[in-house]
């Protein structure tokens, strides 16, 4: 192989630092990918993070480049691009956050009262197997209270059914998750960027035992 030809991997490198000097540019939210300077500073510390053994290893140690998603995530997020690593899961090829993470990016963002799950009723007081979140806005002082997760639902939509699925082991824990992920759909979607929580996916894809992976995998 001719020694002058280089890996693409390199070429990327090479362009980031060997872009043109300018004013130094922080990585903040939505400019990562802004301009070279910015994305320069991003992956000089992508680089860094690279470097540590506290970070996932599978997935993040030595690889710099997807340590660069992983900022962009946590610039997107609001929390710390550890926080991200740890709670960034691969379900069958699709990224999706942790059932803990969906329900703690609620309380960080800073627009609502910490979440609370409520247990089902009948009306005669006995208790039924399904939750709902609620949590107060803080601008507005308004209760905002998700739709409920039942057991009938689950039973209709199968989830129960699934490979390995986890409702039949751990229901309260999954009606949590899922109240979380109802209540962030209907109130506040951004938190999320976007994304599915990885027992959304799983319930519906199936909970075959893999790797868990904390990664977005750049192609």
Same mark, same amino acid.
């Given at each position: 192989m001719d020694e002058n030809v280089k890996t693409p991997e390199a070429q990327t490198e090479e362009a980031l630092t060997t872009a !043109?000097?300018?004013q130094a540019v922080s !990585?903040?939210?939505g400019n990562i990918w802004g301009s070279m300077e910015a994305m320069k500073v991003a992956y000089n510390m992508a680089k860094m993070l690279a470097s540590s053994s506290l970070i996932p290893k599978d997935q993040?140690? #030595?690889n710099p480049a997807n340590c660069l998603i992983a900022l962009e995530m946590a610039n997107r997020t609001g929390f710390s691009p550890l926080h991200v690593m740890q709670n960034l899961?691969?379900?069958q090829g699709k990224p999706s956050w942790s #059932?803990?993470?969906?329900?703690?990016a609620i309380n960080a963002c800073g627009k609502f009262s910490p979440l609370e799950y409520v247990q089902l009723l009948e009306e005669d007081g006995k208790t039924l197997r399904g939750y709902y979140a609620q949590a107060t806005r803080l601008s507005t002082g308004k209760l905002c209270v998700a739709s409920p997760v039942t057991w009938e639902m689950v039973k209709k939509e199968g989830w129960d059914k699934k490979s390995g699925s986890k409702w039949l082991s751990m229901p309260d824990l999954m009606f949590h998750y899922r109240a979380a992920a109802f209540f962030v759909r209907e109130?506040? !979607?951004e938190v999320l960027c976007g994304l599915q929580t990885a027992e959304e996916v799983q319930d519906v894809r199936g909970w075959e035992s893999e790797k868990k992976k904390t990664?977005?995998?750049l192609d």
């Open positions: !043109p000097q300018a !990585p903040t939210p993040y140690q #030595g899961y691969i379900i #059932g803990q993470f969906c329900a703690a109130f506040c !979607p990664v977005i995998a």
